[in-house]
């Protein structure tokens, strides 16, 4: 018999650049708050993985990426800051997921998008 595998849906986490850093001892609180979150969702069999990711980066642009800048997005005032997958029944399900995200109430923007699984290459 086949396992039916759960969708899964990629939270992308968007801060904004503006204002200052946390102190270290607010980054430790906000970083247990994180894995608090994350925890119970393993807990729960809804986490499948995450991942910080660094501020340094490039990005491609045009035919064959013939313009590359530094990234991620300098023009923009947001950064993505990681991301995390889930699994959830559907979209509905996934969002209120989302909604546990401790960033929330500090101003990260978290979007919601299904993963759409490819063939096997």
């Not at 991942?51 to 005032?77: C, H, I, N, Q, Y």
């Amino acid at each position: 018999m086949t396992k039916i595998e759960k969708p899964q849906f990629l939270l992308v986490f968007r801060h904004s650049q503006e204002g200052p850093d946390p102190t270290p001892e607010e980054m430790q609180q906000i970083f247990g708050r994180w894995m608090d979150w994350m925890k119970g969702m393993k807990s729960r069999g809804q986490f499948v993985g995450a991942d910080r990711l660094e501020e340094t980066g490039k990005v491609l642009r045009g035919p064959r990426g013939a313009t590359v800048t530094d990234g991620p997005f300098v023009e923009s005032k947001e950064v993505m800051g990681g991301y995390v997958i889930v699994t959830a029944d559907d979209l509905a399900q996934a969002t209120e997921i989302a909604r546990g995200c401790p960033g929330l109430d500090g101003g990260t923007i978290v979007e919601v998008r299904p993963i759409e699984s490819l063939p096997p290459i």
